[in-house]
């Protein structure tokens, strides 16, 4: 069971470019979430996924967006980086909208 | 609001006992988990509490008082292995299980 794998594990970009972050979820598992943790912080909800639709949404901007693909696996793309949106991107997938999430080894995203 | 609280900062020695408190105030309540995340890596599930009361998981315990809107780890027999972050997060509830974090308890275990 390979568990929840994240690419890539590190990225650089800078101010105003996109970027998409991928997350394939562990085996079995329908829902992927995804969080964002800036250094020193715990993580915050950015929107869960489920039956490839976005289900809720944290208080993050429209420049984060989101895909679920027929296969559970998922995308994160944000739009006109910021220097704020530098932080590991940690993606969650669970059986279920209510079942327990498990982590993967996030993705983090340095923009200069 | 929501609003999670645990202390920054904690120090212990090896060998000894320590106990990460959190505190809540979430507007919806589904459980409480704890993690442990080292630096620069995934977050760990630790331990799970929707009912009141203590379970315990060899040498860690995790505690709930849903009317006090609080909850403890305790760690027990400590190694320096387990000098990490601490993260407690409340389920809010609802369809989905967004979890709510607190921003970490980083605990360093001294020699």
């Known amino acids: 069971d390979a568990g929840v794998t994240q690419s890539p594990t590190h990225l650089i970009k800078t101010r105003g470019q996109q970027v998409t972050l991928r997350c394939s979820p562990k085996s079995g598992h329908d829902t992927v979430s995804w969080y964002q943790q800036a250094l020193g912080q715990g993580p915050q909800f950015i929107f869960q996924y489920y039956e490839e639709e976005e289900r809720q949404r944290g208080n993050f901007p429209d420049r984060f967006s989101g895909h679920q693909f027929p296969n559970y696996s998922s995308e994160l793309n944000v739009n006109a980086l910021l220097l704020g949106d530098s932080a590991l991107y940690l993606c969650a997938s669970s059986l279920g909208q209510g079942g327990e999430a498990f982590f993967g080894q996030g993705t983090r995203l340095t923009v200069v | 609001g929501q609003n999670i609280d645990q202390p920054t900062e904690m120090t212990a020695t090896e060998g000894a006992i320590v106990q990460i408190n959190c505190t809540y105030q979430t507007s919806g309540f589904n459980g409480l988990f704890w993690y442990q995340q080292h630096a620069g890596e995934a977050p760990t599930f630790l331990s799970y509490?929707?009912?009141?009361g203590l379970e315990e998981k060899g040498r860690f315990s995790s505690f709930l008082s849903r009317s006090k809107g609080y909850s403890y780890l305790l760690l027990k027999e400590l190694q320096m292995k387990d000098s990490a972050s601490y993260l407690c997060a409340v389920v809010n509830g609802g369809a989905t299980n967004k979890l709510i974090f607190g921003t970490g308890t980083l605990l360093a275990v001294q020699p």
């Open positions: 509490n929707v009912l009141d």
